[in-house]
């Protein structure tokens, strides 16, 4: 079972991650939506499309863009479409 963990909270848990350049992608589903907000923030990667991004709050404490997305990624990332990356701090566990 995957988890990611920030600020002392588990936030997304789930045994059907994808792996991707090293970071794994936790399904829509597994992740606590009470505890992301989304950001404005969009970045590009050319093989996987736009990323959109969102900001983990845990017990009042923000992580701006700690976790990101694709919306509709390209053919060649097609397995990520509707799962959830992080960074900046979070822990993930495989």
């Not at 059907?16 to 590009?44: H, M, Q």
């Amino acid at each position: 079972m995957a988890t990611a963990v920030w600020n002392g909270k588990t936030i997304a848990e789930s045994d059907k991650v994808e792996v991707v350049e090293g970071n794994l992608y936790f399904p829509a589903d597994s992740i606590d939506a009470d505890l992301f907000k989304k950001s404005a923030t969009t970045s590009v990667c050319p093989w996987k499309g736009t990323a959109s991004y969102y900001t983990v709050v845990v017990d009042g404490k923000e992580n701006p863009d700690a976790a990101w997305y694709y919306p509709s990624p390209k053919d060649a990332a097609k397995q990520i479409k509707d799962h959830v990356a992080f960074w900046k701090g979070v822990e993930v566990r495989p």
